[in-house]
């Protein structure tokens, strides 16, 4: 089993992850415990946990609705009515089991809970495991804003058992597939080359060490958001603008499928820029289409982009702030960039469908 150690806890990886959970229990002996999971963790994952960790059996399961819409006040209001109805002390547990909605959302309640109580994350998504899982930040959404309430707020463990992916169709691991190669974009050429030249969308276990240990890098150096994990954003800003502008319509993007766009049209944005070469934007953009499938969003305007943009959290002073490559494997942040030049990536992205 792979133990790769951050900032305040450890990230259990392999078939032995749940050695670890059982451990973790018998050393810590909770007063009660909560397992926050949504209609899919339920019946495909929270029998393997229980059967695996049989000291989990007593658990008070919260079960939330699958999808986006869960990340809400009003979900949140629900868990600490649970909590509170059934006498949760600041030395209970709650356990996170499932994707990235499941793990901002969980651990946002716990934060926020009594002043905080302690939480696991044992994710079952791709995008769960190397990315909404790793780096202690929660988050849930407001006024159709894309993770605009959160907090800094680390695990006490995470625990990752890759065979939880065998539940996954196939949407769900393209999902997570985008935040690993964004990790390779921002951060390792060399990884960026191996996804090239996957072929499959069952990711080997290493790849999903590595992307987790590059986060980890950089999250150590800036835990609290500050300047160099601002990296990390990269097709972040973009893809959270449609992300919210689609949770309105009746076909809403998951996260990596807004990401996918983001990072197609902000690498545009960094070649425009002179940041990037052409041949590396059209290999970037050729090995998404290729891999990943990213969406026509035809029906996207200028206008309403630009309107969610305007929230997101690293602009200043009412200007547009990017985490831009550099060429691959490498990222600057806080890159001032006009509403000519969104204008311009737009249109791009619209011509590759035309």
Same mark, same amino acid.
């Given at each position: 089993?792979?133990?790769?150690?951050?900032?305040?806890?450890?990230?259990?990886l392999?078939k032995?992850?749940?050695t670890?959970?059982?451990?973790?229990?018998?050393?810590?002996?909770?007063?009660?415990v909560?397992?926050?999971c949504?209609?899919?963790?339920?019946q495909?994952?929270?029998?393997?946990?229980?059967?695996?960790c049989?000291?989990?059996?007593?658990?008070?399961?919260?079960?939330?609705?699958?999808?986006? !819409?869960?990340k809400s006040l009003?979900?949140s209001?629900l868990?600490w009515?649970?909590?509170?109805e059934?006498?949760?002390?600041?030395?209970?547990?709650?356990?996170n089991?499932?994707?990235?909605v499941?793990?901002?959302?969980?651990?946002?309640?716990?934060?926020?809970?009594k002043r905080?109580?302690?939480?696991?994350?044992?994710?079952?998504?791709?995008?769960?495991?190397?990315?909404?899982?790793?780096?202690s930040?929660?988050?849930?959404?407001?006024m159709?804003?894309?993770?605009i309430?959160?907090?800094? =707020?680390?695990?006490?463990?995470?625990?990752?058992?890759p065979?939880f992916?065998q539940?996954?169709?196939?949407?769900?691991?393209?999902?997570?597939? =985008?935040?690993?190669?964004?990790?390779?974009?921002?951060?390792?050429?060399?990884?960026?080359?191996?996804?090239?030249q996957?072929?499959?969308?069952?990711?080997p276990?290493p790849?999903?060490?590595?992307?987790?240990?590059?986060?980890?890098t950089?999250?150590?150096?800036d835990?609290?958001d500050?300047h160099?994990? !601002?990296?990390?954003?990269?097709g972040?800003?973009?893809?959270?603008?449609?992300?919210?502008?689609y949770?309105r319509t !009746?076909?809403?993007?998951?996260?990596?499928?807004?990401?996918?766009?983001?990072?197609?049209?902000?690498?545009?944005?960094?070649?425009q820029?002179?940041?990037?070469?052409?041949?590396?934007?059209?290999e970037?953009?050729?090995?998404i289409?290729?891999?990943?499938?990213?969406r026509?969003?035809?029906?996207?305007?200028?206008?309403?982009?630009?309107?969610?943009l305007g929230?997101?959290?690293?602009?200043?002073?009412? !200007?547009?702030?990017?985490?831009?490559?550099?060429?691959?494997g490498?990222?600057?942040?806080q890159?001032?960039?006009?509403?000519?030049q969104?204008e311009k990536a737009?249109?791009?992205y619209?011509?590759?469908?035309?």
């Open positions: 089993m792979a133990i790769i150690s951050s900032t305040s806890y450890s990230v259990h392999g032995s992850a749940f670890a959970v059982n451990q973790y229990l018998r050393k810590q002996k909770p007063s009660s909560f397992i926050l949504d209609e899919n963790t339920l495909d994952c929270l029998p393997i946990l229980i059967r695996a049989p000291l989990l059996a007593e658990a008070e399961i919260i079960e939330i609705e699958a999808g986006e !819409q869960s009003d979900i209001a868990i009515q649970t909590l509170i059934n006498g949760a002390d600041r030395h209970s547990l709650l356990v089991l499932g994707g990235g499941v793990s901002d959302l969980g651990a946002f309640c716990a934060s926020i809970y905080g109580i302690p939480y696991i994350t044992i994710p079952t998504s791709l995008l769960a495991m190397v990315d909404a899982s790793v780096g930040k929660t988050g849930i959404d407001f159709e804003l894309k993770n309430l959160g907090t800094f =707020a680390p695990p006490k463990g995470v625990f990752i058992f065979d992916l539940t996954l169709p196939d949407r769900e691991k393209k999902n997570g597939l =985008a935040e690993v190669y964004k990790m390779a974009l921002v951060q390792s050429a060399s990884l960026w080359k191996q996804l090239r996957l072929n499959t969308l069952n990711i276990e790849i999903i060490a590595k992307s987790i240990t590059l986060k980890n950089v999250v150590k150096k835990p609290f500050q160099l994990r !601002q990296i990390l954003n990269f972040h800003s973009i893809g959270h603008a449609i992300e919210s502008v949770l !009746q076909q809403p993007l998951l996260h990596g499928e807004a990401v996918v766009c983001g990072m197609i049209m902000e690498s545009h944005l960094a070649w820029q002179k940041r990037l070469s052409k041949s590396q934007l059209d970037i953009t050729q090995t289409f290729t891999q990943l499938q990213p026509d969003l035809s029906a996207l305007y200028l206008k309403e982009m630009l309107m969610a929230h997101d959290k690293k602009n200043t002073a009412r !200007q547009f702030r990017f985490s831009l490559l550099e060429g691959i490498k990222c600057g942040y890159q001032k960039v006009s509403e000519k969104i737009l249109v791009y619209h011509t590759l469908f035309a």
